[in-house]
């Protein structure tokens, strides 16, 4: 039985448009008034607690033209109604950048991740959005439609304002992730601390992207998620670490330093403390294997 | 309340129901179609009672909005097998003792055909795998992957054919 | 495959018997209680409080009854007898505590989801409008959250003129002061478990109806039909126009053991004189109805340096929430069950249940005796470790075996295997297995436990079952069982079958209908198998007598001769000399001799025990059993890879074996859960952990395959020599997950779930 906790009974429209053109229309006219879902699998527990009654509910399934995984002049596209699913088994990803892959599948479990698409993954912005990391960590872009046709790409490190609230304004749709095609040699890690091995909100999550040059670090991105209110990149590691010759030391100190830049909360799942512990742990597991193996891209 | 038409192929049959915007597929498979094999077991996708098949994956019905699911393909636990017509699946879980209460076993059983069409030998990790998003509160699991195992060793049994207990 | 001394030749008892509920689940044919529809039904709702502690000032459902589509919007006033003491026991009333129990909210509410109003509309959406509309004024009280805190002097008082401490037990064997003089090693330690909850797939669900002549029929997922005498008593009319029927249940485990909807329905059914439907939902199960009592428990325990057990003193508090349900039989089976399967010469057991404002718990499969074996298994862990033995030689030194007394004074007379168990378990872990990282550590840890089955003894228990054959031959078995999942029903074909000699398939079992099926008492304290097993073939037995009698004219030998098998009753020497069932059948039939039985099975009836010693037999009968299991924990991390898990039970005669190593399987994963990840958590009696997105319990990938092994020792009394498993089969898990993750870091976690923060707090991480 669904529960709700509406007030007042109102009337909810369903519009599916078939196109780009299409949905630009749409928003055009509805604005704040329109809400666009795609899997449905957050939209759905939200409506269901009442946290939100959109007037319009724009489904985004049909549209072809977000559905895709393609490598696009040296980098990978994505669009934003790919499933985890479909993420999971694709072979451009594979072995373009195996560790996204590696987080695709550890989405909920097999029934989320063959609706849950990558773009509402980024777009409700939760901390603990488990493909955030990894595409923080592979300096991933996300482009946004606005209403009036307009096109723009943002940084996916600029995407994620606070808790929730991210570059998307009223009417604005995410379209498509893009992200350089890491270099061959460019190792990347993604390990997901969750309180159960299948359908886990994480307690921690830290990706690690790294490019070696023999033992010294060339390129290094770090992100966390469920260490903040937003899945972050931790730029101050990265400098610590790129152009440098990585041993335990430096490692030592990374760990350290990750401890110092987030600000996990206590909740029923964990308390800030072991937050903190068992990301800095990981970290330093993550630069250390992607040290050991720089031709690894899984996690 | 504005409603919408749907029309949805369940089971093999061409149904329609009228459904609102935000009415879940679960909600309309129960209380529009009385579908009442697809169970409710927390509404939220956490326990997979409501597994169904849709368009060739399986799905929570209790997190797919009804109207995503027009014009669309569903199997339910009675798509895949029925007394005069039964899966090897349904027949193995039996033999196996895979079920006891039997709630989670719609759900089970739906994910455990998709499981197979997509990967007809899966090994026993893959078939845990396969079923994580399937909560069994019962069975401990053990009967449940063994009667996957079997099915899947054996492939299509004929009908009336039963392996002695 | 079951592992016995002698095997009986039976034809189909102890068999892999295909359950015959199983077909129509497994096609999707089953009508559970929110599948079954009634026209012109209308959806109830409950309104629940939104203070753990408060009084109700006023309550106005005008602009809620007003609203169109709503049928009836009830309060307190509206119930004609809203308190009743909740009676324990089936006829024999027990002195001592009364619960209260009370429909719905007046004078002051006692925990936080406690129901306040109930509304029937048209529909769903009608009634969910319908529950906003309904204005409530609280005036929010103190309220006391913790137990210890609450029995204290000059505590907020949960209830309104009673102590929150409801009741205390004593345990006094020997001399605890001399016992630990005598101790070489003394280990004491403080043990806490969470409350957890039952999360049964199936949500609270019923529907209700008033039928032709006027009787209140509620068709509602239960464990107990009998409770039709306590909605009577609630609407003040006669028992027998309230009728209760028990379709097959998605899971019980004690929670659907205490009145859930029934009550509601049955006043919305009384007042709309309409067919009504109320299913919880998910969050509405965890927050509101009954759960696992959380305990805190002191242990001290003492040995000497060869191992043997001389002292324990034990100091047991339960937060029994806000009302009183079942907490003191709970508190009961933990005092007894306080020193586990061991034979202590010193013991001084103090136990207390008291009354917060959290959640009410109450029945839980292992009904009290999960948190002290967890106790009671760690701290032999420790004294083991103390004394350089290992864990199982420390307890080979001090199980308990046939014919020794527990500290209660009650001698075990029938087969104690509980060192089998154990020495079948640990050696079916095999080989340890190796590390897959530096960072791993493997573990391994057992537990043994002995738990009850069969109802406490001075509840005078009784239980009754019709048998009778038709016609044809078929047989037919009515039982007023509740089939939680178990087999319950199943069970009884089997054994009706064996006893008449006829296949499984020719028997159909009618179980759950107050008004048709003859009562056969809860499905609860693990005593179906025992009681209603009992009941049917005593009855199946007199049919069978009743048959064997004209076989034996018909075919002019003596009765002693027959043999009933395969629809036939024959002479066993000349198996040629036979006679088709259903002949005789028909024979009996002309003759006018009875071809039914209603036979009622009682168990050993005693007395109230003593409180203040303990002393006394308070169960039929235990069954012993031993998990194993073997862990990997990440000490970087604490995440813990469960990967053997070995479960053996004496289990004195499988009746089928699918069914008993399902329990075995299931009840292994129920209590891994509670050692490893289940937690309801409050907040100032606030749940925080309301849907399965927080409230963890194992999935496929979070566990290894259950390995089985069962020992037939025939020592039960139930049928054929059966013990019961349903409950016994969860106890002992949490207790070997603690111990072989402690085996594995070489320290202890204390409190339950072993979650991974713990672990890294136990190394002293942070």
Redesign the interface.
């Known amino acids: 039985m669904r529960k709700t906790k509406t007030k007042t009974v109102t009337s909810t429209t369903y519009l599916r448009p078939t196109d780009l053109n299409d949905l630009q229309q749409i928003m055009a006219e509805h604005q704040g008034r329109a809400a666009v879902v795609a899997g449905a699998t957050d939209m759905i527990p939200q409506m269901r607690a009442g946290r939100t009654l959109p007037a319009v509910l724009v489904d985004l399934c049909e549209i072809a033209e977000l559905s895709f995984i393609r490598e696009e002049h040296g980098s990978i596209a994505i669009g934003a109604t790919t499933t985890m699913a479909k993420l999971a088994s694709s072979p451009i990803i594979a072995s373009g950048s195996p560790f996204l892959a590696t987080a695709a599948r550890q989405v909920g479990h097999p029934q989320t991740r063959n609706r849950a698409t990558i773009g509402g993954n980024l777009a409700n912005a939760s901390p603990s959005a488990d493909t955030a990391p990894p595409l923080l960590a592979l300096g991933a872009a996300v482009q946004i439609m606005s209403p009036d046709g307009a096109i723009r790409d943002v940084p996916l490190h600029q995407f994620f304002h606070s808790y929730r609230v991210t570059d998307l304004g009223e009417g604005d749709v995410l379209t498509r992730i893009t992200f350089p095609r890491p270099p061959d040699g460019a190792a990347g890690r993604f390990t997901k601390i969750g309180l159960r091995s299948a359908s886990s909100i994480s307690v921690a999550s830290v990706a690690v992207m790294l490019e070696m040059e023999e033992t010294t670090c060339r390129t290094a991105r770090v992100a966390a998620g469920s260490v903040a209110p937003i899945p972050m990149r931790v730029f101050r590691i990265e400098e610590l670490l790129e152009g440098h010759e990585i041993g335990e030391t430096l490692v030592e100190e990374c760990s350290e330093l990750l401890r110092a830049e987030i600000s996990p909360i206590s909740d029923v799942r964990g308390s800030d403390k072991y937050r903190s512990y068992v990301a800095s742990a990981v970290l330093k597991r993550q630069i250390e294997m992607a040290v050991a193996d720089r031709r690894t891209f899984g996690a | 309340?504005?409603t919408?038409p749907i029309d949805i192929k369940v089971n093999g049959e061409w149904k329609r129901a009228e459904v609102?915007?935000?009415e879940?597929l679960l909600?309309a498979l129960r209380n529009r179609l009385?579908a009442?094999?697809v169970?409710?077991?927390?509404?939220?996708?956490?326990?997979?009672?409501c597994?169904v098949i849709l368009a060739g994956?399986?799905?929570?019905a209790?997190?797919?909005?009804a109207?995503?699911a027009?014009g669309k393909e569903i199997t339910?636990?009675?798509g895949v097998?029925?007394?005069e017509n039964?899966d090897p699946l349904?027949k193995s879980?039996?033999?196996?003792?895979a079920?006891?209460?039997?709630?989670?076993?719609?759900g089970v059983?739906v994910?455990a055909k998709?499981?197979l069409e997509a990967n007809p030998n899966p090994n026993?990790e893959e078939?845990?795998?396969?079923?994580?998003?399937?909560?069994?509160?019962?069975?401990?699991?053990?009967?449940?992957?063994e009667a996957i195992e079997d099915a899947a060793a054996h492939g299509r049994r004929g009908v009336g054919e039963r392996e002695d207990? | 495959m079951p592992e016995n001394r002698t095997r009986p030749a039976y034809r189909i008892i102890g068999k892999a018997a295909p359950r015959p509920d199983a077909w129509a689940k497994v096609f999707g044919d089953t009508a559970y209680a929110h599948d079954y529809t009634v026209p012109g039904m209308l959806c109830a709702k409950v309104l629940r409080s939104r203070h753990p502690a408060a009084r109700v000032l006023s309550i106005d459902t005008g602009d809620a009854e007003k609203l169109p589509g709503v049928d009836a919007v009830l309060t307190a006033k509206d119930v004609p007898n809203n308190e009743t003491a909740t009676r324990f026991g089936q006829t024999h009333q027990v002195g001592g505590f009364e619960g209260l129990y009370r429909v719905l909210a007046e004078k002051k509410i006692r925990f936080k989801g406690e129901a306040v109003a109930l509304v029937a509309a048209t529909s769903e959406a009608v009634a969910e409008e319908a529950l906003g509309l309904i204005h409530v004024e609280y005036e929010p009280l103190e309220g006391v959250f913790d137990p210890v805190e609450a029995k204290q002097a000059g505590a907020y008082q949960v209830g309104e003129d009673e102590s929150n401490v409801i009741c205390s037990y004593k345990v006094r064997k020997g001399d605890v002061e001399e016992g630990f003089k005598l101790a070489d090693v003394v280990v004491e330690q403080t043990y806490r478990v969470p409350m957890v909850d039952h999360a049964y797939l199936e949500p609270e669900s019923g529907v209700a109806w008033l039928d032709q002549d006027g009787v209140i029929t509620i068709r509602s997922a239960t464990q107990v039909i009998e409770h039709f005498r306590g909605i009577a008593d609630v609407l003040g009319v006669s028992h027998n126009r309230v009728r209760i029927i028990a379709p097959m249940l998605g899971g019980g485990f004690g929670g659907k053991e205490d009145i859930t909807v029934e009550t509601y329905l049955a006043l919305l059914v009384w007042k709309t004189r309409k067919p009504v439907s109320l299913t919880y939902t998910r969050e509405e199960s965890i927050r509101s109805h009954g759960k696992r009592h959380p305990y805190v428990m002191r242990y001290k325990t003492g040995a000497t340096k060869a191992g043997k057990l001389v002292a324990l003193e034990a100091e047991l508090t339960s937060d029994a929430g806000g009302y009183v349900y079942l907490s003191p039989w709970v508190l009961l089976y933990s005092t007894v069950g306080a020193t586990g399967p061991y034979d202590i010469p010193h013991v001084k057991v103090d136990s207390e249940t008291v009354l917060t404002n959290n959640t009410f718990s109450s029945a839980n499969r292992g009904f009290g005796a999960p948190q002290v074996c967890f106790a009671c298994e760690s701290q032999l862990d420790e004294l083991a470790k103390q004394l350089g033995l290992s864990p199982l030689e420390i307890r080979r030194k001090n199980y308990l075996r046939t014919g020794d007394a527990l500290a209660t004074g009650r001698v075990l007379e029938h087969s104690v295997e509980t060192e089998q168990t154990a020495d079948r378990a640990l050696e079916a872990l095999g080989e340890p297995s190796g590390p897959s990282s530096p960072t791993e550590r493997i573990g391994r840890g057992i537990a043994s436990s002995m738990t009850s089955y069969g109802r406490m003894t001075f509840l005078h228990d009784t239980s009754r079952a019709l048998v009778s054959i038709e016609m044809d031959g078929s047989v037919s078995v009515r039982c007023g069982l509740q089939d939680v999942g178990g087999g319950q029903a199943s069970s009884l074909a089997q054994i009706a079958a064996e006893v008449l000699g006829v296949p499984m398939e020719d028997v159909t079992v009618y179980v759950g209908d107050s008004a048709l099926t003859p009562l056969a008492g809860t499905t609860t304290a693990t005593r179906l198998l025992y009681m209603s097993g009992n009941a049917t073939k005593k009855a199946a037995t007199a049919v069978r007598h009743s048959l064997v009698k004209k076989a034996a004219d018909l075919l002019d030998v003596d009765p002693e001769e027959l043999a009933m098998g395969d629809r036939q009753i024959y002479s066993a020497g000349d198996p040629d000399r036979a006679v088709a069932l259903e002949r005789v059948v028909k024979a009996c039939a002309a003759d006018g001799i009875p071809l039914y039985d209603v036979a009622q099975f009682n168990a050993p009836a005693r007395e109230l025990i003593d409180f203040q010693t303990g002393q006394g037999q308070v169960f039929p009968d235990f069954t012993f059993g031993t998990q194993a299991m073997e862990v990997s924990v990440d000490i970087e991390t604490g995440a813990v890879k469960v990967l053997k898990i070995v479960s053996c039970y004496d289990v004195g005669q499988a009746i089928n074996t699918l069914s008993a190593e399902g329990q075995l399987h299931g009840g292994a994963l129920y209590g891994l859960g509670y050692g490893m990840m289940e937690e309801v958590v409050l907040d100032k009696g606030n749940t925080l952990t309301p849907s399965f997105a927080e409230y963890l319990i194992p999935s496929a990938v979070d566990v290894p395959d259950v390995k089985t092994i069962m020992i037939e020792s025939g020592g039960g009394v139930g049928p054929f020599g059966a013990k019961g498993l349903g409950e016994p089969s969860c106890v002992p898990a949490a207790a070997a997950f603690a111990n072989a993750v402690s085996d594995a870091i070489g320290a202890r976690v204390c409190d339950l779930p072993v979650t991974p923060e713990r672990i890294l707090k136990a190394l002293g991480r942070f």
């Open positions: 309340m504005t919408y609102t915007a935000r879940t909600d009385r009442f094999e169970k409710d077991g927390c509404s939220q996708g956490d326990c997979g009672a597994t994956r399986a799905v929570n209790c997190l797919t909005l109207v995503q027009n339910t636990l009675k097998g029925t007394s039964p349904q879980f039996v033999e196996h003792g079920i006891q209460c039997g709630f989670c076993t719609p059983v994910s998709a499981l026993r078939i845990r795998e396969g079923i994580s998003g399937n909560l069994c509160r019962c069975t401990g699991y053990t009967q449940i992957v207990a």
